[in-house]
T-cell receptor
Framework: DTEVTQTPKHLVMGMTNKKSLKCEQH?????MYWYKQKAKKPPELMFVYSYEKLSINESVPSRFSPECPNSSLLNLHLHALQPEDSALYLC??????????????????FGEGSRLTVL | AQTVTQSQPEMSVQEAETVTLSCTYD???????LFWYKQPPSRQMILVIR??????QNATENRFSVNFQKAAKSFSLKISDSQLGDAAMYFC??????????FGKGTLLTVNP
């Protein structure tokens, strides 16, 4: 199984709503990532979890709250979002967060993304 | 900080022809990985090819190959025998010691029948 599964695929929410994006992988990867991608732009890193601990927060506003309940799951809790937060949110995983060693290829595996629209 | 530059916002190629996408990067590290990712209109990002900086031999994967010039900090992707399914946004990416995968701005490849 080389899949990263994201739900929901599409989400529409108002600025006062609370919602969550979910990500799951069963590849035994110890690093998981959230990226934000606007149309025709490269993905922008938001958060990195390594061994279930938050390792990188790229100065993301507090209305985005990540959570890593276990090594297979990654959530992104959304609250009081703004219309400019509308984007494709990509989850990814890799064997380790750092550079490759041994069988670690360094590759990130991406999910299909969750398309978020904030009204 | 590492930067990745893709100087070609858009490229086009005729089916069955060869096309080369350019990528340069800036880093002070000696150990790192370079990647080309493909993102078709259906949006899932998939890995095309990977190059370890310590390896002198250029990586190849079927119709895809790279020209890795470490001293020049250049990492171009060659697609041979282009197919309609190769049409996508291609991102060059760098991964060093700081856990981050840094992407270039992307090159949109069109394949003409």
């Amino acid at each position: 199984d080389t899949e990263v599964t994201q739900t929901p695929k599409h989400l529409v929410m108002g600025m006062t709503n609370k919602k969550s994006l979910k990500c799951e992988q069963h590849m035994g990867h110890r690093a998981m990532y959230w990226y934000k991608q606007k149309a025709k732009k490269p993905p922008e890193l938001m958060f990195v979890y390594s061994y279930e601990k938050l390792s990188i927060n790229e100065s993301v506003p507090s209305r985005f709250s990540p959570e890593c309940p276990n090594s297979s799951l990654l959530n992104l809790h959304l609250h009081a979002l703004q219309p400019e937060d509308s984007a494709l949110y990509l989850c990814a995983s890799s064997q380790e967060a750092g550079l490759a060693g041994g069988a670690n290829t360094g590759e990130l595996f991406f999910g299909e993304g969750s398309r978020l629209t904030v009204l | 900080a590492q930067t990745v530059t893709q100087s070609q916002p858009e490229m086009s190629v005729q089916e069955a022809e060869t096309v080369t996408l350019s990528c340069t990067y800036d880093t002070s590290e000696s150990d790192y990985y370079l990647f080309w990712y493909k993102q078709p209109p259906s949006r899932q990002m998939i890995l095309v090819i990977r190059q370890e900086a310590y390896k002198q031999q250029n990586a190849t994967e079927n119709r895809f190959s790279v020209n890795f010039q470490k001293a020049a900090k250049s990492f171009s992707l060659k697609i041979s025998d282009s197919q309609l399914g190769d049409a996508a946004m291609y991102f060059c990416a760098y991964k060093g010691s700081n856990y981050k995968l840094t992407f270039g701005k992307g090159t949109l490849l069109t394949v003409n029948p």
